[in-house]
């Protein structure tokens, strides 16, 4: 297959379905399983394996819809350049705000579950101290333009799933020699300790934290060799090689360590580390979350100051302050210093409502990008071209009621806080778009992401 060269201001399509998939894993950070795997197991009563499985069949259902607009548009696009493209830019507008809020508040969450399980091992010392660290660091590395490496993301992605799989491989070990092979076999980690539905939905819905980004290789479509084939498989490839790595080592962390009562739930982990390993394999585990955390929040603020920049160069937010490029250093500082200001809310929360606040935004996409599909395949039927109802109707629709299922389970303070910040996007479209009589200027999300 021949690659596409283009222009001199065209990028080359070169990465194809292997490149693609291990990007998407890179981003999904497979190692948070564990890092909030405390928070889910408290939650579900310790079915933590019912809730990601849950949470993996709404991710399927919703990468069918990312696939099949991937299909359709095949740029490097977004929820919201779906929903731009298929129902309406103002409500397009809306779908990028809610995206606004996870760039917004990933990197407080990922400094957030660091500083938790730092903390968890050096109780003296206090956990702002820790997100501080973690916020200046970040912060200072994003302010002179320094870049995570392509060859860096792999030799990190290689060093979590060696970690992973230690864990897993202790796990399996510790449960032999305490009740036999047998032991391995067990309804336990699916049903939990008088774990309800409502438990299980509600640890469902955090769990799909998880999975944020696993749309994030369509930013590179235009990257891709035969785009409208390879995004769509990479897309799935990433939900179900992701969720499958979650299922299993919650499924294997819970046998050790059955129910849902941590002395810490946020640094739940690290506890079973040293349990499953000594303080060796505890300081190892504990190496691998933070630099994974570190790496993670280094990317999650640099894609969030991308996104305020573009938004205040398209005039969407105030140019001035959001839309200023510092002189010295190339780089978008004030936007960086916002997304620093808003991690400094860490301090004041826990993992799991900053994490349901996270999703909060992420379920409104999902919702959007399955109904996309729907209008798709209605737009597509009144030209008189033929899209299959099952993947163009039945699956989406099926997407957006798990979805919504799972939305309506999230932390009440965190639904609270996301309606807020939708009124307050609504307001925004009111005044850029004259009381709603115009098409409001694109979020550039494309570019930011």
């Known amino acids: 297959m021949?690659?596409?060269?283009?222009?001199?201001?065209?990028?080359?399509?070169?990465?194809?379905?292997?490149?693609?998939?291990l990007f998407g894993l890179a981003y999904l950070t497979p190692l948070i399983v564990l890092g909030i795997f405390g928070v889910i197991a408290s939650e579900t009563g310790g079915a933590s394996a019912s809730a990601y499985l849950i949470a993996l069949i709404a991710m399927l259902f919703t990468a069918n819809s990312y696939g099949r607009m991937a299909r359709a548009y095949p740029v490097a696009g977004s929820a919201y350049t779906y929903v731009r493209r298929t129902i309406d830019g103002r409500v397009g507008f809306?779908?990028?705000?809610?995206?606004?809020?996870?760039?917004?508040?990933?990197?407080?969450?990922?400094?957030l579950i660091g500083g938790s399980y730092l903390q968890a091992q050096f109780p003296g010392i206090p956990m702002p101290v820790?997100?501080?660290?973690?916020?200046?660091?970040?912060?200072?590395?994003?302010?002179?333009?320094?870049?995570?490496?392509?060859?860096?993301?792999l030799v990190l992605m290689t060093f979590q799933i060696l970690v992973i799989a230690f864990f897993v491989a202790l796990s399996i070990a510790q449960?032999?020699?305490?009740?036999?092979?047998?032991?391995?076999?067990?309804?336990?980690?699916?049903?939990?300790?008088?774990?309800?539905?409502?438990?299980?939905?509600?640890?469902?819905?955090?769990a799909a934290y998880s999975f944020l980004g696993f749309d994030a290789v369509t930013t590179l479509t235009e990257e891709t060799v035969e785009p409208r084939k390879t995004v769509p498989k990479a897309i799935m490839l990433v939900a179900l090689i992701g969720g499958g790595i979650f299922v299993v080592v919650s499924y294997a962390t819970q046998l050790v360590h059955p129910g849902g009562v941590f002395e810490n739930s946020d640094a739940a982990a690290?506890?079973?580390?040293v349990a499953i390993g000594g303080n060796l394999f505890g300081a190892v585990f504990?190496?691998?979350?933070?630099i994974a955390q570190f790496t993670s929040g280094l990317a999650?603020?640099?894609?969030?100051?991308?996104?305020?920049?573009?938004?205040?160069r398209d005039g969407v937010l105030p140019r001035r302050f959001f839309g200023a490029v510092n002189p010295r250093f190339r780089t978008p500082v004030l936007s960086i210093l916002a997304i620093a200001l808003v991690g400094l809310i860490a301090t004041f929360m826990d993992v799991a409502t900053s994490t349901s606040f996270i999703n909060f935004g992420a379920f409104i996409a999902f919702i959007m990008v399955n109904l996309s599909v729907v209008v798709h395949w209605a737009k597509a039927r009144r030209r008189g071209e033929s899209l299959h109802p099952v993947p163009y109707l039945v699956f989406p629709v099926i997407g957006m009621i798990v979805i919504a299922v799972l939305l309506v389970q999230l932390d009440l303070n965190a639904i609270t806080?996301?309606?807020?910040?939708?009124?307050?996007?609504?307001?925004?479209?009111?005044?850029?778009?004259?009381?709603?009589?115009?098409?409001?200027?694109?979020?550039?999300?494309?570019?930011?992401?």
């Not at 809306?94 to 400094?111: E, K, N, Q, R, S």
């Not at 032999?176 to 640890?203: C, T």
């Not at 009111?430 to 550039?444: H, S, V, Y």
Request: charged share 10%; proline share 3%; net charge neutral.
């Open 417 to 449: 806080l996301g309606s807020v910040w939708l009124l307050l996007g609504l307001l925004v479209l009111a005044i850029t778009t004259r009381g709603f009589r115009r098409q409001p200027p694109e979020l550039a999300v494309d570019e930011a992401e």
């Open 2 to 21: 021949s690659t596409s060269t283009g222009s001199a201001n065209q990028l080359v399509r070169t990465l194809r379905l292997p490149s693609l998939v």
């Open 175 to 206: 449960v032999v020699r305490a009740d036999g092979a047998g032991g391995l076999i067990s309804a336990s980690p699916f049903v939990g300790i008088d774990a309800g539905f409502a438990g299980i939905a509600g640890g469902a819905a955090i």
């Open 300 to 312: 999650a603020q640099a894609a969030g100051s991308r996104l305020l920049y573009a938004m205040g």
């Open 94 to 111: 809306m779908v990028g705000w809610a995206i606004l809020l996870d760039y917004l508040f990933l990197p407080m969450v990922i400094w």
């Open 130 to 153: 820790w997100i501080l660290g973690f916020i200046l660091i970040t912060s200072a590395l994003n302010i002179i333009g320094i870049k995570v490496a392509d060859r860096t993301n």
């Open 270 to 273: 690290f506890e079973i580390a």
């Open 286 to 290: 504990l190496a691998a979350l933070v």
